[in-house]
């Protein structure tokens, strides 16, 4: 039988294997398998893979699910994640099998873990001889159980190993090499988690309500948990609605001002003055919201959106005529600018009167009262919620239209249908919009304790789009970039340098400026008016968005939600003593850290040239084209395949030795 070196798995793709299966096995045998019940202060009812239940909860009587099932699936998602080990290790071709058949295991546990803790909520909902107060105690202990970090590491190296034994086949190799830009931040995230992990063991003692002592291996299980809890509630705002809109609320400054960071960054630039840009933007979309014209009644919130880009964009534009007439330092010049901003918006709310060359002035910008804030917005320069934007709902009830969703889905198939069409992305819209209309008045009832998620929101999703456009698909945008890249080749190239930085400053300035809307127009500190305790600091956050998102609009997005997610996630967190929202800002700080060196990964995984260009001289002193990232099969394809250059170097090279003769 011949044997086909092709078939094996590369050696990157066997150690990712080798390592995600072993994390696998390794975190069935170490840690927790799931949670079986909690407390109101994080106290668990643990269940190892060996069968032990610890009860570390204040309810030492409460009646468990069966667990049989769930033990069941467990051993068997273990035996497949050792046999992942040893195909790794042999660079088998079928480890994406068992790795496929070990994530498939992991999540079974995972819905039949669910199904009978389900089974005790509606157990205790149905029983009334319990009393009320009781009986949401224990709705609420077993709700708050499910898989711990045993099923999560079983579904995620799984995922992992399958996904490596796919990469041998040439089309899931290319949808793989799609995804590379994703490797530092995803890296980077998992560093972090790892670090604040390590933290979280180190600093924070094991939660333990039922008064008994712990043993070496069961203090091991409860800190195993804690680290679980502590990240399971900072991402779980993405599981319920409440939690999510609030996660959408946090998240939207931080959109506007991570594409202002990421816009400058794209065309060479160092934008640090978001937070003046934002201050700016707000004292003018305040202004014409207070000041403004009643008569034209909801005609004043365009003008007013339309004066918080354009106080932004001003911000922007002077550091950008500094270093384009002078050649003055734009992070330096941002810098200042926040302070001037600051004594500005200082000195227009802060106090009804001011002193000048000794004779004193009254302001009419400050609202009565002892707290610095300028006077309400009116009705028509308020920017509504989300719920009452998308409730169709009838008779008081709250039901969100399914338009938004059944359009995204529309645009997506219809784009991915039209792709070889001529204009086929203005047919999709055409068709995405044609769904939202028909689908308008179709809701889903809701239940929400107020949000003050408003149609910012919205805003930032255009801006998002706005900068996708202009930077790719457009003429300035390329010459933006081009400055970004190299000036003087620009330069040569017909395009200004001066122009470019300009536009790009004052376009940069326009998004963090867009921020202040949230937050006056949108009423997001709970009043519709320029207050003192605005978070100009969402500006310096941007920073770290904008590194985390790659500088792209997409990254930056999903950045912000990343963000806002675990901002919201840490009030939860707060249920531990002596864990503290701190914990948050140690994450990012981690987070952006790694991302800044680059994940610590190597730039030929990162970044790999083309293997074309790649050469590793052989025994016969031939270039061969490095297999950098190539799976064995497209490997081979490309040693047998001559180069062109190096054969026409050879020729020239005699001809030239034979002339010389």
Sequence with gaps: ???????????????????????????????????????????????????????????????????????????????????????????????WLTGLLTAM????????????LNEQTARIAADTTLRPGFKRQLRSFYESGGMNLALFLTVLGGLMTAGAGLSRFPAWWERFNRLRGLLVPAVAISLAVLVGAVVVLVVQ??????????????????????VYFVYSTLFAPVTALNPLLESLKLATPLIFTGLSVAFAFRT???????????????????LVGVYGPASLGWGLLPLSVLAAALGGALWGAIPGVLKARFGSSEVINTIMLNYVASAIFIFLIGSNTFTFLGREYSLPFKAEGFEPASQELQEGARLPTLLNLFNVGAQGTTALTVAPLAALLVYAAARLALRRTPRGGWLALGAALLAAVLTWRVGIPVTVIGSQLNASFLIALACVGLFGVLMWRTATGYALRAVGLSPRAAEYGGISVARGTILAMTLAGMFAGLAGTHYVNGGALDEYRLKANMPVSV??????????????????????LLFGTIDTGSVGV???????RDIVVVLKALIVLFIAAGGFLSRRVTDPPPPQLAGATGGGGNAVPAVVGLTPSVAAQERATPNPNVTVASETNKEVTQGES
């Design 1 to 95: 039988m011949t044997h086909l070196p092709d078939s094996r798995l590369s050696p990157a793709a066997a150690r990712i294997a080798l390592t995600a299966s072993a994390a696998a096995a390794a975190g069935l045998l170490l840690f927790p398998l799931a949670t079986l019940g909690r407390g109101f202060d994080a106290d668990p009812v643990l269940l190892h893979l060996s069968g032990t239940v610890i009860n570390l909860s204040a309810n030492p009587d409460a009646p468990l699910p069966p667990t049989g099932t769930v033990l069941a699936l467990g051993w068997a998602a273990l035996a497949l994640a050792v046999a992942s080990v040893v195909g790794a290790l042999r660079r088998a071709p079928w480890v």
């Design 205 to 226: 003692p094991a939660v333990n309500a039922s008064g008994t002592p712990l043993t070496p291996w069961t203090g091991w299980l409860a800190k195993s948990d804690l």
């Design 105 to 116: 295991l992991g999540i079974a546990a995972v819905v039949t873990l669910g199904l009978g």
């Design 574 to 580: 707060q249920r531990l003593e002596n864990i503290s």
């Design 268 to 286: 060479g630039l160092f934008n640090i003055g978001a937070p003046g840009q934002l201050t700016m933007g707000a004292i003018l979309a305040m």
């Design 539 to 560: 500006g310096f956050d941007g920073i770290a968005v904008a590194l985390m998102g790659q500088n792209t609009p997409a990254g930056v997005m999903a950045a912000s």
